[in-house]
């Protein structure tokens, strides 16, 4: 199995970025998908998520900015990310099924 997560990058307060994650070797379909995000110092805590009939969960911190998606075609979960802060600095990891890890892709901020 295999998680390959995309998209992050350096933006400025108020930006946006999107990030993809595509899963392979495994029945994407089957399974539930979530986003992470670890700043250095913290905990790894829980983004959004997906479930398999596309309903969705939202940490408090990002409702009404961020975005979770699937493409079930393309094996694909997306982040939407808008109104960026500086605490959305982290790096960003997909999840599936609370089993898979993809290897993270960093999201950095600037005010």
């Known amino acids: 199995v295999q998680l390959q997560a995309s998209g992050g990058g350096l933006v400025q307060a108020g930006g946006s970025l999107r990030l993809s994650c595509t899963v392979s070797g495994i029945t994407f379909r089957t399974a539930d998908m979530a986003w992470y995000r670890q700043a250095p110092g913290k905990q790894r805590d829980l983004v959004a998520s997906?479930?398999?009939?596309?309903?969705?969960n939202y940490a408090d911190s990002v409702k009404g900015r961020f975005t979770i998606a699937r493409d079930n075609g393309k094996n694909s979960v997306y982040l939407e990310m808008n109104n960026l802060k500086p605490e959305d600095t982290a790096a960003y990891y997909c999840?599936?099924?609370?089993?898979?890890w993809g290897q993270g892709t960093q999201v950095t901020v600037s005010s």
């Open positions: 999840n599936m099924g609370r089993v898979f």
């Open positions: 997906i479930s398999t009939k596309s309903s969705t």
